[in-house]
């Protein structure tokens, strides 16, 4: 119920994402080794608000780096582990005003909400008058991510002007723009494609690109083909590629394969997207789909032998074979020999990440790929183990009410939710993980009214009175409401759903903090 499944998670990986798994990075030096690491070691984060942050890059005519992130990210860990720890990013970033917001912060969700943010982590550059100039997404290698910043540096014209030159007339890109656009963060957008076709937009920014970064080009297209296969999937109105796209596709993809600079450049599309490539552009039991599919298999070979590529990518690949071997079937049994080398890499990822900071995504990359499996067998104790080890074990207590709840074990899975809001701190995450076990009570214990009840108000009262109903929480919230106007159809909770709405606006009449959070307050379930 909680875990995000592999399909969303391939969107996911490439940029930040909302929900719990995401975005890892290449490692240009070896792994970690320290038992503990501080992300903000070595970097000069700006001590003070955000506002006087902008008003400090104004005067010193730097320009700023936004990193929005929380203690419990796994992604966040991964940048923690590979891009802060980096000389490339180090010396960088004494050439920025460089603000390390978490989520959990005095009016974090706030400034999440002014500055249109999607998900843990993002990462946003202004410039020194504080106009944005571009998102840079997590799931980049160190060198790119270097790349970006030093466009950043070099007086680069905004990704949203690019976009807009390239949808308005057919001039080239220059390189640095191409670069840019190439290494925006997509899955973050809030205002650049949203008055333009996604598709129309990606197949544009390619063509306009010049021809020697193939590279770039290469994300591009792929970010094209990966709108034009959700266009050909929508249940409502699907659009089909025509026969000389799905050749040209084919034709890009087993380029991208067969160059191991290319896989790198676009390496969550080759983990967690072959078989939907092999799907869309090949027949069924056609020797294109055999041979597209040897290629796909031997690049997650390649990837998962290549020390020199972080270890979250390499256990990915064991979800691009699970998705290859159930691609005619997805609920086939996997082979007993993919079932054994994903219990392989569940020991060795275990036994060779010592630091306990990094262990929080690598612990979530081999929960998502066992999820997938189906191995709740090998996950419970994995899980169960973590609790020990991790500094924030409320991550994995979800997990463990999940394969819980999938056992039918309810009362367990729902004791998890619960020891997992109460070990929590920051209201953000207190409310995010409250969040979990309110809609646990709802799915699993339905006719428990009075802890829906008590729950719901204590959930909204303690966010209110810190000012934090905006961005995250407030999304939370309205997915809560929905949960419990569908919970209260029922008309026997016609009743209990109204005493709720009851005591949640006494609460709200009490707050601490006025205007818009008191009004989301008062607004909540006024439809019941």
Known sequence: MFRITLTVLAACLAVACESEPEAPEEAATAEVDEL???????????????????????????????????????????????????PEFLDRSQLFVPVYLDGDTEDAQRYGEEFGVRGYPTMIVFDPNGAEVTRIPSGIDLQAYANVLDLTLADTTPAKQLVDLVMSSDAALAMQDCTLLAYYSWGQDTQILTDHDAGDAFRRMHAACPANLTAERSILYLAWLDEAMQAASDEDNPVEMNTAQREEALRVVRDVLSDEELVKANIFDVLLSGAD??????????????????????????????????????IYTLAGKIELERIDNPEADLSSELQQEIKDM????????????????IINALGNVLDDAGMDDVAKPMFLAELERSKQPYYFMVNLADIEQRAGNYDVAIDWLKQAYDATTGPATRFQWGYYYLTGLIEMAPADTQRIHDTTVALIDELQNTGGLYHRPKGQLNRIEKYLLDWGADGERQAALKQIRESVLAVCAIASHQGTPRDTCEAFLESA
Do not use: M
């Open 277 to 314: 490539y092999a799907s869309a552009l090949t027949d069924a039991g056609s020797t294109e789909r055999r041979q597209l599919l040897e290629e796909i298999y031997a690049a997650l070979e390649r990837i998962a032998a290549d020390d020199k590529i972080y270890k979250r990518e390499r």
């Open 36 to 86: 503990t690491l501080d992300p903000a070691a070595g970097i000069d984060w700006y001590q003070g608000s955000v506002d006087d942050a902008f008003a400090h890059a104004r005067e010193a005519g730097k320009p700023i780096y936004l990193y929005w992130g929380a203690d419990w990210c796994p992604p966040c860990h991964a940048i923690g582990a590979t891009v802060f720890k980096s």
């Open 346 to 361: 569940v020991i060795w990822a275990d036994e060779s990440t010592p630091n306990v900071y990094e262990r929080q995504d």
